[in-house]
């Protein structure tokens, strides 16, 4: 089966420095995956998405992530956090030959610090 | 994109009672799904609502709890029958708007219930 785990249920930054929220998957075939973001009490959007063009995408707000087979990983990174950027973000598969399925990460919320 | 909206945005019942939530999306598309999201938790897919068919429900979720319609290309309902505490969860419905099978998914603001 399908899945993704993010390996950091919470990150803490300071403003202005990198951010790194981790997110692993399992998938026997070459999967689509994306990273939503979910600030307080607003729903959810997407900031970017892998459907096996580019390994290295761009996102919204600076974000972009790297799909990286060999390590089955799909990490969000920034290289400069701003305070607005403190919300929770999932990491998401759609299941090969499964499309509109999407499996959520168990997310992870990132902090800001001042 | 689409602009999905989403009624109520919150609402607080009593244990017993069921409470309908209606999604309405500003253009005609072909799948819609609804989600759950319980305190502190991660998105779980409820089912997906077909137009002229019974909706599929994923694992765990059952047609007498959540009964879903979808009378049209842009709406949709999804009732949270006999209500307990546990079902206190916000509920999304979202949207893909195709063409392709791997197409991210656009979300309604979520409907906050919190059952007594």
């Known amino acids: 089966a399908q899945s993704v785990t993010q390996l950091d249920s919470h990150v803490s930054v300071s403003e202005g420095t990198p951010v790194l929220l981790r997110c692993n998957y399992s998938?026997?075939?070459?999967?689509?995956l994306f990273w939503y973001v979910q600030h307080p009490n607003k729903g959810l959007q997407l900031l970017l998405k892998?459907?096996?063009?580019?390994?290295l995408v761009k996102g919204i707000n600076g974000f972009e992530a790297e799909f990286k087979k060999s390590e089955t990983s799909f990490h969000l990174t920034k290289p400069s956090a701003h305070m607005s950027d403190a919300a929770e973000y999932f990491c998401v598969v759609i299941p090969y030959n499964q499309g509109g399925k999407l499996i959520f990460g168990q997310g992870t919320e990132l902090s800001v610090k001042p | 994109s689409a602009v999905i909206s989403q009624k109520p945005s919150r609402d607080i019942c009593q244990r017993g009672t069921s409470l309908t939530i209606q999604c309405q999306v500003d253009?005609?598309?072909?799948?819609m799904f609804w989600y759950r999201q319980q305190p502190g938790q991660s998105l779980t897919l409820i089912a997906t609502a077909n137009q002229g068919s019974e909706a599929t429900y994923e694992s765990g979720f059952v047609i007498d709890k959540f009964p879903i319609s979808r009378p049209n290309l842009t709406f949709s309902t999804l009732t949270v029958s006999n209500m307990s505490p546990e079902d206190s969860s916000i509920y999304l419905c979202?949207?893909?708007?195709?063409?392709?099978?791997?197409?991210?998914?656009?979300f309604g603001p979520g409907t906050r219930l919190t059952v007594l």
């Open positions: 979202s949207v893909d708007l195709g063409p392709g099978a791997y197409n991210e998914q656009f």
């Open positions: 253009s005609q598309v072909t799948m």
């Open positions: 998938s026997s075939y070459s999967p689509s």
């Open positions: 892998y459907t096996s063009a580019a390994t």
